[in-house]
């Protein structure tokens, strides 16, 4: 019956679809790294026909390079491209020409979280133990601000630089915590392996809320038409997948089958509560109180108004 529904959804909007499908506008949009459930709005807008129902067809981009998505937009060679809210401050901060149109996650993913013999249960008995980090910076920054708020300095850790080996890192106990695991994903992994992870959240300890993922676009194309009509049809793509998760996740894997795993399936429940019902929605406040936090902490050396990097669109 379920799947009768999905295909009944389907074969509906494909019918506004028409004619019109043949005159989509190509748009191009580069993932922040390999399709994943972080990205799975994205394929329910494409399964449920609202990208083509909106006039575009969408081609969905996975980098050779994590780094590449910004610098291949600011260089016009893709459209938009999938990236962070602490990023975009950055990039502002460097004179980079380019904007948040939209946001894909609307709260943080990213925690500080420990396992081992149980000696870590608060965040206070951190004191004295190695916390590993996969950047400089942000990471270091959130860790920070995390252990103020339980009378701590991060003078009162070694901190160790892990790259993104982190559930490796945890699990050899070259570390006692690591701080950048998100909660949907490598928090999972760890309990898959076998581990009892003990996690602290950010936004619990002093770190301003934020937004994880968000669509980026050059400033010399905030007047195009195509992106509104892109936020539009995700608006609805979302909630056809909090809908249809379990049939979303059936085409995923179909046309991803080397994701079909346990991991990725647990991530996408895990994920499905984070996604923005609006897209398009800016909450400036956030934004302003998050550039503050970063100011702070001397991630970046001067305000930028927020209209000059984040905008919602009309």
Same mark, same amino acid.
């Given at each position: ?25 190509? $748009? ?23 990208? %083509? ?20 937009? %600011? ?8 990236? #962070? !809210?602490?990023?975009? &401050? ?23 979280? %420990? ?10 008995? $951190? ?5 590993? #980090?996969?950047? %400089? ?67 619990? &300890? ?5 937004? !994880? ?5 050059? @400033? ?23 809908? &249809?998760?379990? !049939? ?28 923005? @019902? ?13 550039? !503050?936090?970063?100011?702070? &902490? ?17």
């Amino acid at each position: 019956m379920r799947k009768l529904v999905l295909g009944l959804a389907v074969a509906a909007l494909q019918l506004v679809v028409g004619a019109s499908a043949q005159a989509a506008d190509k $748009l191009t949009l580069m993932l922040d790294w390999v399709m994943s459930p972080d990205d799975a709005p994205l394929i329910a807008t494409k399964l449920s026909g609202a990208f %083509a129902a909106n006039g575009l067809d969408v081609e969905m981009i996975e980098p050779a390079d994590p780094n590449a998505p910004p610098r291949m937009v %600011a260089a016009k060679q893709v459209d938009l491209c999938i990236s #962070y !809210e602490p990023q975009i &401050h950055l990039m502002a901060d460097q004179g980079l020409p380019l904007v948040r149109v939209g946001t894909l996650v609307d709260t943080p993913l990213r925690t500080v979280t %420990a396992v081992g013999d149980g000696s870590i249960k608060e965040l206070a008995d $951190l004191k004295g133990h190695k916390i590993g #980090y996969p950047i %400089a910076g942000v990471a270091e920054a959130i860790v920070g601000t995390m252990l103020q708020s339980v009378n701590l300095s991060i003078s009162d850790v070694t901190l160790v630089n892990t790259g993104f080996q982190q559930v490796q890192a945890l699990m050899s106990k070259q570390v006692d915590a690591v701080v950048g695991t998100f909660r949907n994903y490598e928090v999972e992994e760890l309990k898959l392996n076998g581990a009892k992870p003990v996690v602290f959240y950010p936004e619990e &300890h002093s770190v301003p809320i934020y937004d !994880e993922l968000i669509f980026v676009a050059h @400033k010399d194309s905030l007047k195009d038409p195509r992106f509104l009509k892109f936020m539009t049809a995700l608006r609805s793509g979302t909630i056809f997948l909090l809908n &249809h998760p379990d !049939e979303v996740w059936d085409e995923y894997v179909k046309e991803y089958p080397d994701r079909n795993n346990e991991l990725n399936k647990i991530s996408w429940r895990a994920t499905l509560a984070r996604f923005s @019902k609006n897209p398009a929605s800016l909450d400036r406040a956030r934004y302003e109180k998050f550039e !503050e936090f970063m100011l702070t &902490h001397k991630l970046i050396d001067k305000k930028v108004p927020v209209d000059d990097y984040a905008v919602q669109l009309q």
